[in-house]
């Protein structure tokens, strides 16, 4: 049974910055691709940003062109934690922000490529 925890979430103001944590439990993910969606009322989840934990080439990121350059997405292999590090939040990134992960290696966009879900964290951006 794997389950996925994320925390971090809150209210900020525009400009501001906030740090989601998504904490694995039941196995390691050390091997798992993961990433971070978004969906805000009314609106389809997005992809926001992904992480191939590939050791032996190195980690790889990628990111929608809408945080491209304001997020960033990390790991900690060890706590089986993944990061995503949020820096000039602005009132449209206000979301349900929802962690994922597969059973493989390899990321990617796509929502039906990750087997589970964490039950999201609310970050609401003021202006």
């Known amino acids: 049974q794997v389950q996925l925890v994320e925390s971090g979430g809150g209210l900020v103001q525009a400009g501001g910055s906030l740090r989601l944590s998504c904490a694995a439990s039941g196995r390691t993910f050390s091997r798992y691709g993961m990433g971070w969606f978004r969906q805000a009322p009314g609106k389809e989840r997005e992809f926001v940003a992904a992480?191939?934990?590939?050791?032996?080439?190195?980690?790889?990121?990628d990111y929608a062109k809408s945080v491209k350059g304001r997020f960033a997405i990390s790991r900690d292999s060890a706590k089986n934690t993944m990061y995503l590090q949020m820096n000039g939040l602005k009132p449209e990134d206000t979301a349900v922000y929802y962690c994922?992960?597969?059973?493989?290696?390899?990321?990617?966009?796509?929502?039906?490529?990750?087997?589970?879900w964490g039950q999201g964290t609310q970050v609401t951006v003021s202006s």
């Open positions: 994922a992960a597969r059973t493989g290696p390899q990321a990617g966009r796509e929502e039906y490529l990750y087997d589970y």
């Open positions: 992480i191939s934990w590939v050791g032996w080439i190195g980690d790889t990121t």
